[in-house]
């Protein structure tokens, strides 16, 4: 998961290592876009089973947890992730659903648990720990982070959480000079 020693660059940008899926921005922006209807219409999913959604919602949970800030769940990252599975990476479906049934069994033969979601977050988390190598996890690590951050318009971040997290103000306009090198022409121009 995530060490406190590591740097929040490195934690991103290990996001994507191994991932079935790599989103381009096209893809990324039209599964954000459906997503973000999805949610505020508080719609069922379209890919996902009612039983698989809140297994990969508690995934989701424990990559970015709720404690005195939202997390995934409040970011409503599980419809990003739906719409992304059911559209534009659909060949990631199948996968996906294997590394939950496999992480399922897991939770039986660990912890006599018929969910991942039912366990303690402690055992939640001592699972996830033994599959982090693997391209499953590291697709829902992805699709966690890509769902949190994203614009809130087009789903995932819901009311902008994710940004606030990170500490990101949306000014729509940027006002010059950008930075240092742009202070100089900037002020010519007057």
Known sequence: MFSPESSRRAFLKSAAHQ???????????????QASAARAAKSRFKTLRAEEAA?????????????DTPGATEAGVIYFIDTVLGTSR??????MRDGLAELQAAAR????????????????????RT????????TMRYLTIA??????????????VGWRLIGFENQHMWQPPFGYYDA????EGR
């Open 90 to 95: 659909r060949e990631a479906l199948a996968p």
């Open 184 to 187: 100089k022409p900037a002020s």
């Open 19 to 33: 991932s079935l899926i790599l989103l381009s921005l096209p893809a990324g922006l039209g599964a954000s876009e």
């Open 55 to 67: 297994e990969f919602e508690a995934i989701a949970a424990r990559i970015i947890p709720t404690d």
């Open 109 to 128: 033969s660990a912890h006599q648990a018929s969910t991942f979601r039912s366990l303690e977050p402690a055992q939640q988390d001592a699972l996830l």
């Open 131 to 138: 599959i982090e190598s693997t391209p499953f996890f590291s």
């Open 147 to 160: 769902g949190m951050f994203s614009i809130p318009e087009y789903g995932g971040n819901r009311d902008g």
